[in-house]
């Protein structure tokens, strides 16, 4: 299947600092790309949805101002978590779609981020 | 709106046991539904994905069959093993359409006892 990378896979930040989460297309064009949240013994919740050159489509409760994505390329998506705070913390999943057909998402590793 | 639900809870089952995992949803109206493994901090693994037009799909020890129009899938493993340990979350899309994206299961969690 493709391959989808995702960094960093663990972050510890202190609340009031942002930060960057990368997730990456090895060898597909995704032209969609997904962000899911999932908090301890929960199921993953999608944040939001992106199609390059977009402005990202945020599910309602997610805000837009704090979760910033940037979907600029095919193969890349970034989210940052702007202003943390320590119930920002919770693994984060990115998914992504494209040109090898539209049944199948291929996830990231996910990032576990640890907002002290 | 779609609400995917997963019995049981947590499994815990001794090495060798052939175990059913069990997902229902609300809407029959999807497009596709995917198993998938989640390892403890660890990202998703996709085991099996069944289009709305079939019934089951196969692969080694597990099968996962679908009931479209009541709302389930199950996802069967034979001879199970130490390191199928993990979570099993079930989740399902409404469409291809850009938005229409999985929704998921709370996940079983199954332990295999050497």
């Known amino acids: 299947g493709a391959v989808v990378s995702q960094h960093p896979s663990r972050v510890i930040c202190k609340s009031g600092t942002s930060v960057k989460i990368e997730c990456r297309s090895l060898?597909?064009?995704?032209?969609?790309m997904f962000w899911y949240r999932q908090f301890p013994k929960q199921s993953l919740m999608l944040m939001a949805t992106?199609?390059?050159?977009?402005?990202?489509?945020?599910e309602q409760g997610v805000e837009k101002d704090k979760f910033l994505i940037n979907h600029a390329s095919l193969t890349l998506s970034t989210l940052t978590v702007t202003s943390a705070h320590p119930e920002d913390s919770s693994f984060y999943i990115c998914s992504a779609r494209g040109d090898r057909g539209l049944t199948e998402a291929f996830f990231g590793q996910g990032t576990r981020l640890t907002v002290v | 709106k779609q609400e995917v639900t997963q019995i049981p809870a947590a499994l815990s089952v001794p090495e060798g046991e052939n175990l059913v995992l069990n997902c229902s949803f609300t809407?029959?109206?999807?497009?596709?539904l995917q198993w998938f493994r989640q390892d403890p901090g660890k990202g998703l693994t996709s085991l099996l994905l069944?289009?709305?037009?079939?019934r089951e799909q196969t692969s080694g020890r597990l099968n996962a069959s679908l009931d479209k129009s009541s709302g389930r899938s199950t996802l069967y493993i034979a001879a199970s093993q130490p390191g199928d340990s993990a979570t099993y979350l079930c989740?399902?899309?409404?469409?291809?359409?850009?938005?229409?994206?999985?929704?998921f299961g709370p996940g079983t969690r199954l332990s295999v006892l050497p």
């Open positions: 809407d029959s109206a999807i497009y596709n």
């Open positions: 992106s199609n390059e050159g977009s402005k990202a489509t945020y």
């Open positions: 989740a399902v899309r409404r469409g291809i359409d850009y938005g229409q994206n999985f929704v």
């Open positions: 069944i289009q709305s037009s079939q």
């Open positions: 060898d597909f064009q995704a032209t969609t």
